[in-house]
């Protein structure tokens, strides 16, 4: 079965550190994927997207995330995090339907 | 960019009662619309698919009875949590596919909260 694997459940970074969360999945067919955030208290929105081309792809916010079909992984990045990146962040997989990862908590303390 | 509403926002109910969520496509056309279903500390779970004009599929484990799908346009889905039950409690959100290019846009979601 397909299924899309967040490593780390809840992150705590001071402002200015690095990010970097992991995705993986599971499906050796062709994929798009997908970074959500969710801040407190608001809707899903989309970061950034992956179908195909430059395997590199920049979202909104200084977000980007490198898409590595060798290891079927979709890592977000962020160079420095500010306080405000405080969210819940969703990897998600859409192979012929939506395969979401279970989250990660970003807690950035000031 | 496209745009899904999705209304309520936020409702309480008395447990046997009936709640319509509705999800509408503002500014394009979604033959195909997902419903999802987030439970505390958890990612979504898709729940359905509501394909407009025919009936809607299921994923496993979700009671279609209960959980009511109607996708009578283009433009609109709704989903009606019958005969309500505290374990219905949730936070459930939709999404439709802009095929123009936006891709995959989601309502703000709906908090259901029966008592």
């Known amino acids: 079965a397909q299924s899309v694997s967040q490593h780390n459940h809840h992150v705590i970074l001071s402002e200015a550190a690095s990010l970097e969360l992991g995705c993986n999945y599971s499906y050796g067919g062709t994929v798009n994927l997908f970074w959500y955030v969710q801040y407190p208290g608001q809707h899903l929105q989309l970061l950034l997207k992956y179908f195909s081309g430059d395997p590199l792809v920049k979202g909104i916010k200084g977000f980007e995330a490198e898409f590595i079909k060798s290891k079927f992984s979709f890592n977000l990045r962020k160079p420095s995090v500010q306080w405000s990146d405080t969210a819940e962040y969703f990897c998600?997989?859409?192979?012929?339907?939506?395969?979401f990862g279970t989250g990660t908590s970003l807690t950035v303390i000031p | 960019g496209a745009v899904v509403s999705q209304h309520p926002s936020r409702v309480i109910c008395k447990s046997g009662t009936s709640v319509k969520i509705e999800c509408r496509s503002l500014d394009f056309q979604a033959t195909t619309m997902f419903w999802y279903r987030q439970f505390p500390k958890q990612s979504l779970m898709l729940m359905a698919t509501s394909n407009e004009g025919s009936k809607a599929t299921y994923e496993q484990g979700v009671e279609k009875d209960k959980f009511l799908i109607n996708h009578a346009s283009l433009t609109l889905s709704t989903l009606t949590v019958t005969s309500a039950h505290p374990e219905d409690s949730s936070f459930y959100i939709c999404?439709?596919?802009?095929?123009?290019?936006?891709?995959?846009?989601f309502g703000s979601g709906t908090r259901l909260t029966v008592v």
């Open positions: 999404s439709a596919n802009d095929r123009g290019g936006y891709g995959y846009t």
């Open positions: 998600a997989v859409n192979a012929s339907q939506f395969y």
